[in-house]
């Protein structure tokens, strides 16, 4: 783990960078979240397929504001780059390890969650950084060692309350922050909050995009 402090920044949904020493990752900048939200990235995670967490647009933007800006991805997505970043893409999986811009990165799960059983299941891979925080993508994947900052994926259409408090309770983070938020309504919100944080076991909180937090 990296000894210099490491902030969190919740941006738009799904995505969030981490930024200490001078250095940027960012997680998942798909078509939810800002414009910018790879723009000026050291590394970028994806964890799968789906547009809302992987726009080529917005994963271009970032690329090419930091010419030495690379990615890690799973094979879905890194076929779809890698021709026009050769040698910046790079394809990863399920108990992979790897350093992105000085993080430690290690790759967790490997399926996207059922759907509907009629729908075809997409691959999806989870990242664990520095040891201590881990953005599952559209999983509810359980790393098999500990979590300290759990990016909880808080309402998706593959995923219920009741899923999503167990999900936090077995992988016993010391917190959650909910990510997966965009179509969560400011009407529902209490009522997630108030659920998850007393029944998940886990200090719970949600960011607006652009708040921070130090880890």
């Keep these: 783990m990296n000894a210099s402090p ?25 078509g939810f979240s800002e414009d910018d939200a790879a723009v000026g990235a050291d590394a970028i995670l994806v964890t799968h397929e789906h547009p809302d967490h992987f726009d080529e647009g917005r994963l271009r933007a970032g690329l090419e504001s930091n010419p030495a800006a690379q990615v890690w991805t799973l094979r879905s ?27 430690d990165v290690q790759v967790h799960g490997e399926l996207h969650a059922v759907i509907h059983p009629d729908i075809p299941r997409i691959t999806n891979i989870g990242f664990l950084v520095d040891g201590s925080v881990f953005h599952p993508g559209d999983a509810l994947t359980v790393p098999d060692r500990p979590v300290d900052t759990l990016m909880l994926p808080v309402m998706a259409p593959w995923n219920k309350i009741s899923e999503v408090i167990d999900y936090v309770r077995e992988v016993a983070p010391r917190r959650a922050i909910d990510v997966h938020d965009a179509l969560l309504t400011d009407l529902a919100r209490p009522i997630y909050d108030r659920q998850i944080g007393e029944l998940g076991g886990a200090d719970h909180g949600r960011m607006t995009p652009g708040e921070a937090t130090r880890l």
Excluded: M, N
């Design 77 to 103: 997505v890194a076929e779809q780059l890698s021709a026009a970043f050769p040698g910046r893409v790079h394809t990863v999986g399920h108990g992979d390890t790897f350093s992105a811009a000085g993080f």
């Design 6 to 30: 490491v902030t969190l920044i919740k941006k738009a949904h799904s995505c969030v960078r981490l930024e200490g020493d001078g250095r940027t990752l960012v997680i998942d900048p798909g």
